[in-house]
């Protein structure tokens, strides 16, 4: 296991410009030296107050951004992850991971989208309260072989708990191409999780935030608000 590093803060908004100060050294870092730096974010709640944030400080003309994960959904559908980072951060290069008639096409043309680009200067992700990562949750279908940190780094056809249930989702693989690795979460009940993860409690040992925290082999950075 590598070290975590857990950065706490009283307040969401001083979480969140932290974090987002990181982020920016990090590719400004990877720009210094290439013309282009890749990040991979999450969708959801959490991370959109993070995206304005990014973009005041970014040439995102230079990113090539990708979701995490993404729903089976239209394009444009609010719960869309690709489009709520495409809007977000209009000027990156996000490329749709639609691009097949059906999840499992889709999967493998995004994968091998993604490997054509050079290691992720920075991957981030969130977590759900069941301590889901991406589209990875406790109990999927083919959750241990998504997990794996030394399977080939693909994407995959994912199945949710909740609607919407068809999913994309990068593997843990994929997801430690990063150069720097980093969670965000919000609330007691992920801090809760978080705890038990890093005390190595047995009844966090299935979830798939612990195989991010525990089988990284980088160290992960924490950010955590109420």
């Not at 870092?29 to 993070?50: E, H, K």
């Not at 056809?157 to 150069?179: F, K, T, V």
């Amino acid at each position: 296991m590598s070290e975590t590093l857990l950065h706490c803060y009283n307040q969401r908004e001083s979480c969140l410009q932290t974090l987002a100060a990181d982020l920016v050294a990090q590719l400004q870092g990877t720009l210094a030296q290439q013309p282009r730096a890749s990040l991979v974010l999450p969708g959801g709640n959490s991370p959109q107050a993070l995206l304005p944030l990014l973009a005041q400080q970014l040439d995102t003309r230079r990113i090539d951004l990708s979701p995490s994960d993404e729903r089976w959904v239209p394009t444009q559908a609010a719960e869309s992850n690709w489009w709520l980072l495409s809007q977000g951060l209009p000027h990156a290069n996000c490329p749709d991971p639609r691009q097949g008639t059906s999840r499992e096409q889709a999967a493998v043309a995004w994968a091998e989208r993604l490997k054509r680009w050079p290691a992720f200067s920075a991957v981030l992700l969130g977590m759900g309260e069941d301590g889901h990562i991406a589209s990875l949750f406790p109990g999927m279908p083919g959750l241990a072989a998504a997990l794996d940190p030394g399977a080939e780094p693909a994407t995959l056809s994912a199945q949710a708990p909740h609607a919407p249930y068809e999913r994309l989702s990068l593997n843990l693989s994929m997801l430690q191409r990063g150069q720097w690795l980093g969670l965000l979460a919000f609330g007691e009940r992920k801090r809760e999780l978080i705890d038990a993860v890093l005390a190595d409690e047995p009844s966090a040992r299935e979830l798939p935030v612990y195989a991010w925290l525990r089988r990284s082999p980088l160290p992960v950075h924490i950010y955590w608000a109420p």
